[in-house]
């Protein structure tokens, strides 16, 4: 008998495969896809020798995970690329605030007015990246912070609404880029909990920076996986589970998938009946033929852009996405990862992508006022398109079952559900089913490649195991 199952192979199933393989347990991992990683892959969407990642691309998380450090990921072949400046938000002046590794140069972009309150809003948090992490990468009521007094700081500042918190600020730059960060949540920016996303991509960024992988997001996966494997644990690809009794016999049964997924193929019945979707992502990968012609400098030297020149459109995108409507003049999160990755493109060609957020399952098309928006800081931009892969949230649902109707979050971020997923109980990785669990993002702390989710899921079951001899 195997000591522990798990379905699913994105970042958190194959870091709770890894966590238990390298404790000495006997580990098999099933995927339904033909290859594992689940969010964290890499294709070519458009045309050859184009390699877009279809989800997650960015990983500031990813570089800065207690998880990952832990492991040796890179001598099983990951390499993280940096680009000169983490995060440009442009203006339609041609000017622009950044996100770069210097908080100085940071402040100074924000603006005379405003640097010198950013300074001091971070000012607690820098070079303690490693306890922070570990801190709030986790289950909040779990057990004692590692920095008590750290941890109650911070999280006065993370429970705000980010449209509370950027009132310290005078003038708009400062308060689009954090409402632009707090977007990656997919909520309100006046919802309870969004300043917390928003200072901690600012806090990654000067301490850890948003890189990419070399190569594309399939490299933390592959990384995961041969590790995996080195560690003794087995991976099945094109295995599709839909009773748990389909599995080989084994003491525990470990879910990266969503909570809806789980009670169904375990028979856990009406068990996360209250659990809620957050809205979707409409998302175009690009091959263009030369680099994108930003009117901003700065925006021309960043791996990330976010598009949204005032914390108002921006509010006013992610509430109507909330609320059941497409948003006319969307809020854009773009990166470019062939600047700094000549893997990802033929020589001189460059990708891009590109999303804004939908309602959940909505199915119009979004290209339109997608690339008009982006035509407002790159003119020029719709010239250079060789192709474009076009997915809306039935295709992103279609294409990884966690994403239900398009919810790459796996879980809306709003009310409770910002600390309390997928239900409340002592530890979120449990279920009714003594020999089951869940580990996916649905799960503290939530979305972004990380792994910490697993991590954390992978410590209930060994202490499950263990505890039963």
């Given at each position: 008998?195997?000591?522990?199952?798990?379905?699913?192979?994105?970042?958190?199933?194959?870091?709770?495969?890894?966590?238990?393989?390298?404790?000495g347990?006997?580990?098999?991992v099933?995927?339904?896809a033909?290859t594992?990683?689940?969010?964290?892959?890499?294709?070519e969407?458009?045309?050859?020798?184009?390699?877009?990642?279809?989800?997650s691309?960015?990983?500031?998380?990813g570089v800065?995970?207690?998880?990952?450090?832990a492991?040796?990921?890179?001598?099983?072949?990951?390499?993280?690329?940096?680009?000169?400046?983490?995060?440009?938000?442009?203006?339609?002046?041609?000017t622009?605030?950044?996100?770069?590794?210097?908080?100085?140069?940071t402040?100074?972009?924000?603006?005379?007015?405003?640097a010198?309150?950013?300074?001091?809003?971070?000012?607690?948090?820098?070079?303690?990246?490693?306890?922070?992490?570990?801190?709030?990468l986790?289950?909040?009521?779990?057990?004692?912070p590692?920095?008590?007094?750290?941890?109650?700081?911070?999280?006065?500042?993370a429970?705000?609404?980010?449209s509370?918190?950027?009132?310290r600020?005078?003038?708009e730059?400062?308060?689009?880029?954090?409402a632009?960060?707090?977007g990656?949540?997919?909520?309100?920016?006046?919802?309870?909990?969004?300043?917390?996303?928003?200072?901690?991509?600012?806090?990654?960024?000067?301490?850890?920076?948003?890189p990419?992988?070399?190569?594309?997001?399939?490299?933390?996966?592959?990384?995961?996986?041969?590790?995996?494997?080195?560690?003794?644990?087995?991976i099945?690809?094109?295995?599709?589970?839909?009773r748990?009794?389909?599995?080989p016999?084994?003491?525990?049964?470990?879910?990266?998938?969503?909570?809806t997924?789980?009670?169904r193929?375990?028979?856990?019945?009406d068990?996360y009946?209250?659990?809620?979707?957050?809205?979707?992502?409409f998302?175009?990968?690009?091959?263009?033929?030369?680099?994108?012609?930003?009117?901003?400098p700065?925006?021309?030297?960043?791996?990330?852009?976010h598009?949204?020149p005032?914390?108002?459109?921006?509010?006013?995108?992610?509430?109507?996405?909330?609320?059941?409507h497409?948003?006319?003049?969307?809020?854009?999160?773009t990166?470019q990862?062939?600047?700094?990755d000549?893997?990802?493109?033929?020589?001189g060609?460059?990708?891009?992508?590109?999303?804004?957020?939908?309602?959940?399952?909505?199915?119009?098309?979004?290209?339109e006022?997608?690339?008009?928006?982006i035509?407002?800081f790159?003119?020029?931009?719709?010239?250079?398109?060789?192709?474009?892969?076009?997915?809306?949230?039935?295709?992103?649902?279609?294409?990884?079952?966690?994403?239900?109707?398009?919810?790459?979050?796996?879980?809306?971020?709003?009310?409770?559900q910002?600390?309390?997923?997928?239900?409340?109980t002592?530890?979120p990785?449990?279920?009714a089913?003594?020999?089951?669990?869940?580990?996916?993002?649905?799960?503290?702390?939530?979305?972004?490649v990380?792994g910490?989710?697993?991590?954390?899921a992978?410590?209930?079951?060994?202490?499950r195991?263990r505890?039963?001899?």
């Open positions: 008998m195997l000591d522990a199952v798990v379905v699913g192979a994105g970042p958190n199933g194959l870091t709770a495969a890894v966590e238990l393989a390298r404790r347990f006997a580990v098999e099933f995927e339904a033909g594992i990683g689940g969010g964290a892959r890499t294709e969407l458009t045309l050859p020798g184009y390699r877009h990642d279809p989800c691309a960015v990983h500031p998380l800065g995970s207690p998880a990952f450090r492991m040796p990921l890179a001598r099983h072949g990951l390499e993280w690329l940096h680009p000169e400046l983490p995060l440009a938000h442009p203006f339609p002046d041609g622009a605030a950044v996100l770069a590794r210097s908080v100085g140069e402040a100074m972009s924000l603006g005379p007015r405003d010198g309150t950013y300074r001091r809003l971070v000012a607690p948090y820098l070079g303690r990246w490693d306890t922070l992490a570990r801190d709030f986790r289950t909040q009521w779990n057990g004692l590692a920095d008590p007094v750290g941890w109650a700081r911070f999280g006065l500042h429970a705000q609404p980010v509370l918190l950027t009132r600020f005078r003038d730059k400062a308060r689009a880029i954090l632009g960060m707090a990656h949540a997919i909520a309100p920016t006046s919802g309870l909990g969004t300043a917390g996303p928003a200072l901690l991509f600012a806090l990654a960024g000067h301490a850890v920076g948003w990419v992988p070399r190569g594309g997001s399939q490299a933390i996966s592959d990384a995961l996986g041969s590790y995996l494997r080195e560690q003794g644990g087995a099945h690809v094109g295995v599709e589970v839909k748990l009794d389909e599995l016999p084994a003491r525990a049964y470990v879910f990266d998938t969503s909570p997924a789980l009670a193929i375990a028979g856990l019945g068990a009946r209250r659990f809620r979707y957050g809205a979707g992502v998302k175009i990968d690009y091959a263009l033929d030369g680099p994108m012609p930003w009117t901003a700065e925006a021309r030297r960043a791996g990330t852009v598009i949204g005032t914390s108002g459109e921006i509010g006013a995108a992610l509430r109507a996405a909330t609320k059941g497409a948003p006319a003049v969307p809020f854009l999160i990166a990862p062939s600047l700094i000549d893997s990802r493109a033929p020589a060609k460059h990708t891009f992508w590109a999303y804004g957020h939908v309602p959940r399952g909505w199915d119009g098309d979004a290209t006022a997608i690339e008009r928006q035509e407002r790159a003119p020029g931009f719709r010239d250079l398109v060789l192709a474009r892969a076009v997915a809306g949230p039935p295709q992103i649902a279609a294409r990884n079952a966690n994403y239900v109707d398009g919810d790459i979050a796996c879980g809306a971020f709003e009310g409770l910002t600390v309390i997923r997928p239900k409340l002592r530890v990785y449990t279920t089913h003594p020999s089951v669990f869940l580990c996916s993002s649905a799960t503290p702390p939530g979305p972004g990380h910490m989710s697993g991590h954390h992978a410590r209930a079951v060994w202490r195991l505890g039963h001899g």
